[in-house]
Every structure is written in structure tokens, then in C-alpha cells.
């Protein structure tokens, strides 16, 4: 059913954005460019999204700017292992004009909050006119306890990012001034894990990120729509598989797969039988076509096993050939 979904416009100047958003853009996950030049060509100016925001953003593929919000002020296990903020701990938020002005924005995006800030911050999510699609856990004997609450809102972007920057300042989550400008090159990080044996094994190809994650997408095959749009992967619609080292040659995965209700059980299935643990099972979005499901996942071990084990999980999917 595609229901229209109603929107109402930012006053200049206010932080009001409409609770959901009318319109999408499909695209797929690929490396980012800097901010800057290229930016500037897509007509809006997400430097000055980022300075609202206080954290740097990156133009990714479909024009989606995504702003990361890392929780590096926590310290965070699951039983003995403790999560690199890229692992399990990232926060973000997502921008896609979608529609002819820059007052067609839309936003959405998940943040990581501990239990005392979560109610804070949704209040701070309502004042500036944003909705929220998702409040649940993704992992188990995690402490200290964290939650993941899901949002979505349309507007103005930089009154969109000031909003959201509201809201989080009933948390702790890391934010700052942007320097104006041309990002300085950041240094590449790299990892132990066998990141080339992880690609052939799932099929997809892998990046390394902060703290030696390999994090793998796997975009759905088929278009998932809101309303008269798609929902972009690189928005953080996609399959994720994320790969930490735990030393001795040994890695933790986490992430979570894109279902629909006929692949959540035979992928419960594979994901047990491969001895991988399933942590949770919900949605993040209100009004998707058609209906997904996000199952939460969590195990230690050898990586080319636990590669394996996602793989015979993954092949449960209609999932978009690399």
C-alpha cells in the first residue's frame, strides 16, 4: 500500500521539520567523496549542514550526505569484548534532498543512547518537528545498557541538523565546531582480519574503518519504497556485516540483516546453525513497502568461519549481486 505521507514545510529560521517524509531516492553504497567542491554542486551547502551538526559529513553515492556521530565517549562490552564505536556504537544522520528545493531534505538516521538519555532526547526529536520510527536494542549483555533509537524528519537541512543537535545535547554523544573548508586527508586505517578472504567468502566487497573494523553491505535486489520514492542504502538501508579484531587472530561480528517476513526465520536458522547469535529481531522504519525486518546478530571466533556462517545466512536474502 502506498500511503501518501503528509508533510508540512520549515518556517525560515525554526527547527520544525515534517514527522515523515514524502519522498526517497534509490542509489548504492560506494566510497565517499570529500566534502567541498562537489558538495557545492549537488546545490546545497552541506558544509554548512555539518558546521550545524558539529561533526564532518561525507557526499556519498545517490547524493545522500551522511553525517557520522561516533559514541567514542563510551565504554562499552558485550560480555568480554569491548566495541570499537565503528563496530556497534555509530551513530549517524543521513541527508537526501528530495524534491525540487533544499526545503525537500529529508533526514533520518539512529543513535546510540544510554537508557538515562534516551527519553531527554526524544523530547529534544518532537521539539524541532522530527519523528521517531524505532527505539530498541540491537545487542545483548551489552553494558553499560545502550539503546538505539530510529528518526526521520523533512525540512530545511541546516535547520534539520540544528534540531537534531538540540536533541542530543540531553546525551553525551561527541559534538563540535567543523573547521570551515577543505577536510584535511584523514590517515587510512587498516586491520589485522583477512579482509580479502572475508570479501570472496560473502561476496561483497569489504572497507576498513576506525579502529581496524571491515565493515560489508549488502544492498536488497529489489526497490524498497516510502511513499513515491526509494529508500537509499547508503541512508542505511541495507544488509550490514561489521568484522572487529579481538586479538589472537580472532574477530567479533555484529550487524544486522534487511528482511522480509518469509527470510526471517530460514536466516535465524543459518545464522544458528553456523553458531552465530541472534540478539534481536524489529523494524526501524513506519511506513516502508514492503514491510523489512532487521534481525541483530552477534558472535566471536574465527573470521573465515564467521564469514561463512553470515554468507549461508546472506543466501537466505534477495540480496543485489556485487
Known amino acids: 500500500m502506498n500511503t501518501p505521507i503528509h508533510r508540512r514545510r520549515l518556517l525560515a ?135 538505539y533509537m530510529h528518526y526521520m524528519g523533512m525540512g530545511e537541512p541546516v535547520a534539520l541538523a540544528q534540531g537534531l543537535a538540540q536533541a542530543l545535547s540531553a546525551s553525551a554523544t561527541p559534538l563540535g565546531e567543523v573547521p570551515s573548508g577543505t577536510p584535511a586527508a584523514a590517515a587510512t586505517p587498516t586491520t589485522e582480519l583477512p579482509t580479502s578472504e572475508i570479501e570472496e567468502t560473502l561476496g561483497h566487497a569489504a572497507k576498513v574503518v576506525n579502529g581496524g573494523v571491515v565493515q560489508v553491505s549488502a544492498p536488497r535486489a529489489e526497490p524498497i519504497t516510502d511513499g513515491d520514492v526509494e529508500l537509499l542504502p547508503t541512508m542505511g538501508v541495507a544488509t550490514v556485516l561489521n568484522f572487529q579484531s579481538v586479538g589472537g587472530g580472532q574477530a567479533a561480528v555484529t550487524g544486522d540483516f534487511l528482511l522480509l517476513a518469509a527470510e526471517v526465520n530460514p536466516v535465524a536458522q543459518a545464522l544458528r546453525g553456523n553458531g552465530i547469535e541472534v540478539h534481536a529481531l524489529h523494524n526501524h522504519h513506519l511506513t516502508e513497502e514492503p514491510r523489512y525486518f532487521y534481525m541483530h546478530f552477534f558472535a566471536s571466533g574465527d573470521p573465515p568461519v564467521l564469514a561463512a556462517g553470515l554468507r549461508a545466512a546472506l543466501d537466505q536474502t534477495n540480496s543485489k549481486p556485487a
Open 13 to 147: 529560521g525554526s527547527l520544525a521539520a515534517t514527522l515523515l517524509p514524502a519522498r526517497f531516492a534509490s542509489g548504492a553504497p560506494a566510497s565517499p567523496s570529500a566534502v567541498g567542491i562537489s558538495a557545492q554542486e549537488q546545490g546545497t551547502d552541506w558544509e554548512a549542514v555539518a558546521q550545524a551538526l558539529g561533526k564532518p559529513g561525507q557526499l556519498m553515492e545517490g547524493d545522500v550526505f551522511r553525517v557520522g556521530m561516533p559514541r567514542s565517549d563510551l565504554d562499552v562490552t558485550v560480555r568480554d569484548v569491548a566495541l570499537e564505536p565503528a563496530f556497534a556504537l555509530g551513530s549517524y544522520a543521513a541527508f537526501k534532498q528530495v524534491g525540487p528545493t533544499a526545503a525537500d531534505t529529508m533526514a533520518m538516521g539512529d543513535l546510540v543512547l544510554l537508557d538515562a538519555e534516551l527519553n531527554g532526547v526524544m523530547s529534544g526529536l518532537f521539539e524541532a518537528g522530527l519523528s521517531v520510527t524505532g527505539v530498541h536494542n540491537h545487542l545483548n549483555e551489552i553494558t553499560p545498557h545502550v539503546m
